[in-house]
Nanobody
């Protein structure tokens, strides 16, 4: 089975930073794509950042987070991480790890990020 488990969420003041980690049950480099999505109450789930292996491991970011968030893979820890800097209240949401493997998309259970003004 494929499992994705997020960690690192919490409460932070505006302008602060958080680092989210997604640990996978299989080698993260086996996935075709891995990334982070978020969903705020009443809103649709939206892409935050993703690494698409089929595109040469290119990192793609939502316009709203460009320059503030950085997605990366850590081979030693077998995680895909999201470094979030200069956080804004608008970033408040449940953040979900996503992994695509053998044509199937897998999701973590989500981790809450709350940014206070």
């Amino acid at each position: 089975q494929v499992q994705l488990v997020e960690s690192g969420g919490g409460l932070v003041q505006a302008g602060g930073s958080l680092r989210l980690s997604c640990r996978a049950s299989q080698n993260i480099f086996s996935f075709n794509a891995m990334g982070w999505y978020r969903q705020a109450p009443g809103n649709e789930r939206e892409l935050v950042a993703v690494i698409v292996i089929d595109s040469g491991a290119t990192a793609n970011y939502a316009d709203s987070v460009k320059g503030r968030f950085t997605i990366s893979r850590d081979n030693g820890k077998n995680t895909v991480d999201l470094q979030m800097n200069s956080l804004k209240p608008e970033d408040t949401a449940v953040y979900y790890c996503m992994g695509r493997l053998r044509g199937i998309t897998y999701w973590g259970q989500g981790t809450q990020v709350t940014v206070s003004s």
